[in-house]
């Protein structure tokens, strides 16, 4: 398998997609899934790339880093290892939103919560907001639960680590959310 993954990460600046698109098909590689995100001022990406020529990832690190350097960003790679693919697990799709003050150790405990159950996050956001001079967190989590969960197990383990931070908390199927905040 010629794949591999690239991160790239920096301030953010109109152009930075183009650039790094432009390098890869420069040395015959196809982007196949991307991710890409801007927190407050810095740009986050990660990348799966097919590299089906098999261009040294040296190579390629080196011409992106060098073109990226000058935009303050750096770039990462490493090679794609092909696993064998694990079984299917049952699980249903969540999403779990929170709000309140913000408070050191909130998303360790929240996450330690849902990682307690087995529920893997898949998705996940958190964005302080000012209401009154106050720092405010909302934090939105896409989880998948195993089906030997009950949901109000989750809901139960999540109101009362919220509640030790003073966080609201909402629990719902993510069919459920998907439909109430449907524009």
């Known amino acids: 398998m010629n794949k591999f993954v690239l991160s790239v990460i920096g301030k953010d600046k109109p152009g930075i997609l183009a650039k790094i698109s432009t390098i890869l098909f420069a040395h015959g590689c196809n982007i196949e899934d991307v991710s890409q995100t801007i927190l407050q001022t810095e740009f986050a990406s990660i990348f799966i790339v097919l590299n089906p020529e098999g261009h040294p990832l040296d190579k390629i690190g080196v011409a992106l880093n060098e073109a990226l350097g000058d935009m303050g960003l750096s770039a990462h ?30 998303i360790s405990a929240v996450t330690s919560a849902i990682a307690s159950l087995a529920c893997n996050v898949v998705n996940f956001r958190a964005i302080i907001t000012q209401e ?11 989880v998948d639960m195993p089906m030997g969960v009950e949901h ?18 909402s629990v719902q199927h993510r069919e459920i959310f998907e439909t109430i905040h449907r524009v």
């Not at 139960?156 to 003073?166: E, I, L, N, R, T």
């Open 77 to 106: 790679l490493r090679p794609m290892t092909q696993v064998a693919a694990p079984a299917p697990a049952q699980s249903q799709p969540f999403v779990i939103t929170t709000r309140g003050v913000d408070k050191p150790g909130t």
């Open 132 to 142: 009154d001079g106050v720092d405010e967190m909302i934090m939105i989590f896409e």
């Open 152 to 169: 109000r197990q989750l809901r139960q383990v999540m109101q009362q680590v919220c509640a030790g931070f003073g966080l609201d908390v």
